[in-house]
T-cell receptor, first 114, second 111 residues
């Protein structure tokens, strides 16, 4: 079964440093997303990406965040200057145009900011 | 303000029984409602999607109902097994692509 692949699985970074989280969505999916889950809390939407541009973003997705699809397979989330409160599990997801099969999530990157 | 509530933070049932999980929402008019399963330390796994004009949907041992008047969805697992133990998440989509998740119900199926 096709999978969404995320790397790294764990990342520890110093406050103020930049991090890039990487994802390889399912190859014939057209929509890509980033979500995050702070420990013990809900899964929260960050951003959706379609046709090489952001289609929607949440209030969480401020100027310190950016997304990119640098080639035909990778989808990245960059956090420019990490804060302690950015510590969370970050999930990448992808989907068809047709919603019937829902969204396929990756296993996540656990980001710890120290 | 918009709210999604999943009743019962935790639900314990005996193997073989039917588990019923509830998702209530306020101040939303969702076009779609989805249910996901999440295991500890893992990403959500899609189970079922139901549209606003559908009352019920089934997939193997799973059944979802959607009542837009009551603003409620019920998620049933029949003939439950210990392997069904996980957190189950309700998620709404109001026409755009952003899913809004509930906080989840942790289901424990006792052998």
């Amino acid at each position: 079964e096709p999978e969404v692949t995320q790397t790294p699985s764990h990342q520890v970074t110093q406050m103020g440093q930049e991090v890039i989280l990487r994802c390889v969505p399912i190859s014939n999916h057209l929509y890509f997303y980033w979500y995050r889950q702070i420990l013990g809390q809900k899964v929260e939407f960050l951003v959706s990406f379609y046709n090489n541009e952001i289609s929607e973003k949440s209030e969480i997705f401020d100027d310190q965040f950016s997304v990119e699809r640098p080639d035909g397979s990778n989808f990245t989330l960059k956090i420019r200057s990490t804060k302690l409160e950015d510590s969370a599990m970050y999930f990448c997801a992808s989907s068809f145009i047709d919603r019937e099969n829902g969204y396929t999530f990756g296993s996540g990157t656990r980001l710890t900011v120290v | 303000s918009q709210k999604i509530e999943q009743n019962s933070e935790a639900l314990n049932i005996q193997e073989g029984k039917t588990a019923t999980l509830t998702c209530n929402y306020t101040n939303y008019s969702p076009a779609y409602l989805q249910w996901y399963r999440q295991d500890p330390g893992r990403g959500p796994v899609f189970l079922l999607l139901i549209r606003e004009n559908e009352k019920e949907k089934r997939k193997e041992r799973l059944k979802v109902t959607f009542d837009t008047t009551l603003k409620q969805s019920l998620f049933h697992i029949t003939a439950s097994q210990p392997a069904d133990s996980a957190t189950y998440l309700c998620a709404l989509e109001a026409g755009r692509r952003a899913l809004t998740f509930g906080s989840g119900t942790r289901l424990q199926v006792q052998p």
